[in-house]
């Protein structure tokens, strides 16, 4: 089945500094690739998907770039501002329905004034 | 418009009891998927319902189960329960035909076995 690594698992950075998180898969299938954003108590919330036919994608602070050929997506975040701290999740699909999210384990990103 | 809700948000069972969780998913999707997240694992795949049927099931033992009804509601129950299943169980909904994208969660409940 599809493996999903995620790195690095804590991330510490200064506000208004770029924080950037990286992921490998493994089934050269998946074609669907979305990041979700997990606050304390609260389940996680979609922040910006990527398919595969598409290299980079941007939203406001956010951006998120594809290699499918080296298996890896990142997740870029540019002007941190302390309400970006949170648990961050990459996952990836065969997006096709009937197809689980893989989700990697998580990168903890603290923003410090 | 309403997000997935899911009942109740805390529960706390006794090792040997069983426990069933709600799920309503956002009005008009018909995909739910139930999904276990613990610190140790993350977030585990345990089944997707559309349409009443079971599309899609993850690598947990038969004590977990799932369904859905005519109105796209689900419940997950678990039986004999153990220490280990205590966890966050987290429930997502989408449109749900023909692709997986844009799942939205719920807040999800977190189980407590002692």
């Known amino acids: 089945g599809e493996n999903v690594e995620q790195h690095p698992s804590t991330l510490s950075v200064q506000e208004g500094d770029s924080a950037v998180i990286k992921c490998t898969y493994s089934d050269s299938a998946s074609n669907y690739f979305p990041w979700y954003k997990q606050e304390l108590g609260k389940g996680p919330q979609l922040i910006i998907d990527?398919?595969?036919?598409?290299g980079e994608k941007k939203d406001q602070r956010i951006a998120v770039t594809l290699n499918k050929t080296a298996k890896h997506f990142s997740l870029h975040i540019t002007e941190t501002q302390p309400e970006d701290s949170a648990v961050y999740f990459c996952a990836a699909s065969r997006g096709n329905s009937g197809y689980a999210l893989n989700f990697g384990k998580g990168t903890s990103l603290l923003v410090t004034p | 418009k309403a997000g997935v809700t899911q009942t109740p948000r805390y529960l706390i069972k006794t090792r040997g009891q069983q426990v069933t969780l709600s799920c309503s998913p956002i009005?008009?999707?018909?995909?739910v998927s139930w999904y276990q997240q613990t610190p140790g694992q993350g977030l585990q795949f345990l089944f997707e319902?559309?349409?009443?049927?079971?599309?899609n099931k993850g690598n947990f033992p038969g004590r977990f189960s799932g369904r859905q009804f005519s109105n796209s509601r689900s419940e997950m129950n678990v039986s004999t329960l153990e220490l280990g299943d205590s966890a966050l169980y987290l429930c997502?909904?989408?449109?749900?035909?023909?692709?997986?994208?844009?799942?939205?969660f719920g807040s999800g409940t977190r189980l407590t076995v002692v």
């Open positions: 997502a909904s989408t449109p749900g035909q023909n692709t997986n994208y844009g799942y939205t």
């Open positions: 990527i398919r595969s036919n598409v």
């Open positions: 319902y559309f349409s009443e049927t079971q599309r």
């Open positions: 009005s008009g999707h018909r995909s």
